[in-house]
C-alpha cells in the first residue's frame, strides 16, 4: 500500500466530512496526540482533504470535523495542482519569529466572517508526516499563519477569539448570524 495520500483536487458535491460552526461544543475541546498513524488516520486525512477543497478551504484542522486528534490539513494553493498539500500530526511550534504581523483570517467553521488577527509571521513547528515519519518546517508568511490558525483548533481557539477590533468581531459575526457570545476572547 501506498504510503502518499492522493487526492484530487476537487469539490465534491457532497463532502465526506460535516464541517462545525462557530458555537458547536465540538470546536472548543482540546484534540488528543496521534499515538500511531495508521490506516484510520489516513483515511481521516484523505477525508479532511476533501472536505476542505469542497469547501474553499486552505486549512482544516481534525476538531473541526467533529474528530478530536491532532491531525491538520493545509493547501495554501488549492488551485495549483503541482502543489502538495501539508499534512501535520502531533504538531509542535518550536520557534516563533520575533516579527508579528496582522492579517485578515477567516475560518471554514465561521463562514465569510473575515477579521484581522496578529500573529508571529515566521515559526518553525515540529510534526509527524501522513507516513508517520518526524519532520520539521520552517515557514513565514501565509503558511506560518495557516499553521498556527489551525494549530489553535488543536487546541479549541478560533481565530475569532484572538481579534483585538472587539467592535467590528460583533458587527461580523451579527451580520453573519453568529452569536457574539460564542467568543472566548484570548485576545
Known amino acids: 500500500m501506498s504510503s502518499k495520500i492522493l487526492v484530487e483536487k476537487e469539490k465534491l458535491k457532497n463532502p465526506p466530512l460535516e464541517i462545525h460552526r462557530l458555537g458547536d461544543r465540538v470546536l472548543r475541546q482540546s484534540a488528543k496526540r496521534v499515538s500511531k498513524v495508521d490506516r484510520e488516520i489516513k483515511e481521516l486525512v484523505r477525508q479532511m482533504l476533501q472536505t476542505m477543497y469542497s469547501s474553499d478551504g486552505i486549512g482544516l484542522a481534525a476538531p473541526q470535523v467533529a474528530v478530536q486528534k491532532q491531525v491538520i490539513v493545509i493547501d495554501c494553493e488549492p488551485d495549483n495542482s503541482a502543489n502538495k498539500p501539508l499534512v501535520l500530526i502531533n504538531p509542535k511550534i518550536k520557534k516563533y519569529g520575533k516579527e508579528l504581523c496582522v492579517y485578515k483570517e477567516g475560518c471554514l467553521s465561521i463562514p465569510e466572517v473575515f477579521l484581522e488577527v496578529k500573529r508571529p509571521e515566521a515559526i518553525e513547528v515540529a510534526y509527524k508526516d501522513e507516513t508517520g515519519r518526524p519532520q520539521t518546517l520552517r515557514a513565514d508568511d501565509i503558511l506560518a499563519r495557516v499553521i498556527?490558525?489551525?494549530?489553535?483548533?488543536?487546541?479549541?481557539?478560533?481565530?475569532?477569539?484572538?481579534?483585538?477590533?472587539?467592535?467590528?468581531?460583533t458587527e461580523e459575526l451579527v451580520k453573519h448570524k453568529f452569536s457574539p457570545s460564542s467568543v472566548k476572547s484570548v485576545a
Open 148 to 169: 498556527q490558525h489551525e494549530m489553535d483548533h488543536l487546541t479549541g481557539v478560533l481565530f475569532v477569539d484572538r481579534v483585538e477590533n472587539k467592535l467590528a468581531l
